[in-house]
C-alpha cells in the first residue's frame, strides 16, 4: 500500500500522507512525495496543492527513527525535491496549503514550514525536538528565524519546547484555526479561493519571493523590472496580463487561463 495518496477536484490537488500509525517519513516514502510533487509542478492542469495527512492524532513526525535505526541512512537519498519532496523542490511555482493536525514535530515541521500557507485545527501541537536525540533541525534552523522573531526562534530549537496552535498562530506560522473536523473543508476552501485566481501571477510571486529573499531591495526590483525572472517575463507577456486589464476596466471577474 503506497504511503501516498493522492485526488483531484478540477485544478486542486490533495496529497495525504497516510503511513501508519504516526505518518513518519521513512526513504521510500520521502521519493514518492517528491515524484508525486515534481508531477504536480509540472502539470499545467494543476494550480493548487493540498497537503494532509491521514487521522487526528499525528500530522508527521518527521523523519522515521525506527526505520533509521533498521539501516535507512539519515543522509541517504531522499528523492527529488529532498527530505518530504518539498523543501528542495526547485521552481514550484504554484501554491501548497498545509492543512495540520494532531502532531506536527521535527521533520514534520519542516515540511509544514516548506508550504506557503498553514491551517491548523485546535489540536495540533508543535515541536523541534531534534535536540533531545543529538542531531540539528537543518532546514528549520534556516527557515524559522527568518519567518518569526530570532530570539522565539532560537528558543523553540534550543530547548525543542512543544508549543500550540494558539501560539504558531500569534507567532504568524499559521492562517488560521479550526476545529478538526473544518480543517480539511477550510483547505479546500481556500485552495478553491487561489484556483480561482491568476496562476502566472502567483507564479511570478513565488519566483519573486524565493529569488529576493537574499538580495538587496533595489537588486531585487531591478531584476523584476528587467523582466529577468522567466515567471514575471512570461506575465507581462501574457494573455491573462491583457484580460486583467480588459476585465478591469469592464467591470467583470477576469477569466484567468494561465497563458
Same mark, same amino acid.
Given at each position: ?27 521510500? @516514502? ?13 502539470? !499545467? ?64 515541521? +519542516?515540511?509544514?514550514?516548506?508550504? !506557503? ?7 495540533? @501541537? ?11 533541525? !537543518? ?15 532560537? !528558543? ?9 496552535? +494558539? +501560539?504558531?498562530? =500569534? ?38 519571493? =524565493? ?13 523584476? @523590472? ?34
Amino acid at each position: 500500500m503506497s504511503p501516498i495518496r493522492t485526488r483531484t477536484e478540477g485544478t486542486i490537488l490533495e496529497v495525504t500522507l497516510d503511513r501508519p500509525k504516526a505518518n513518519a517519513i521513512d526513504l521510500i @516514502t520521502s521519493r514518492i512525495m517528491g515524484e508525486t510533487f515534481r508531477a504536480f509542478r509540472d502539470d !499545467d492542469a494543476l494550480r493548487v496543492c493540498i497537503l494532509r495527512a491521514e487521522g487526528d492524532k499525528f500530522f508527521c513526525p518527521g523523519w522515521d527513527l525506527k526505520a533509521a535505526a533498521a539501516g535507512d541512512a539519515v543522509d541517504g537519498d531522499y528523492g527529488v525535491g529532498g527530505f518530504g519532496g518539498l523543501q528542495e523542490l526547485p521552481n514550484l511555482n504554484k501554491p501548497v496549503i498545509c492543512a495540520v493536525n494532531g502532531i506536527c514535530c521535527g521533520g514534520g515541521l +519542516e515540511l509544514a514550514l516548506s508550504c !506557503d500557507l498553514i491551517l491548523a485545527s485546535d489540536n495540533a @501541537t508543535f515541536a523541534l525536538p531534534e535536540i533531545r536525540s543529538g542531531t540539528v533541525a !537543518d532546514a528549520a534552523s534556516i527557515k524559522l528565524p527568518k519567518r518569526i522573531p530570532y530570539h522565539v526562534a532560537m !528558543d523553540l530549537l534550543l530547548t525543542g519546547r512543544w508549543f500550540d496552535a +494558539e +501560539e504558531a498562530l =500569534r507567532w504568524g506560522l499559521l492562517r488560521e484555526i479550526t476545529t478538526p473536523e473544518e480543517l480539511l473543508p477550510k483547505a479546500w476552501d481556500l485552495a478553491r479561493l487561489l484556483a480561482s485566481g491568476p496562476p502566472l501571477v502567483y507564479a511570478a510571486i513565488k519566483e519573486v519571493v =524565493r529569488e529576493a529573499e537574499d538580495m538587496r531591495f533595489q537588486d531585487a526590483l531591478n531584476r523584476i @523590472t528587467k523582466r529577468q525572472l522567466p515567471t514575471v517575463d512570461r506575465l507581462y507577456s501574457s494573455e491573462d496580463q491583457k484580460e486583467g486589464a480588459r476585465a478591469f476596466a469592464e467591470g467583470r471577474d477576469p477569466v484567468w487561463k494561465g497563458r
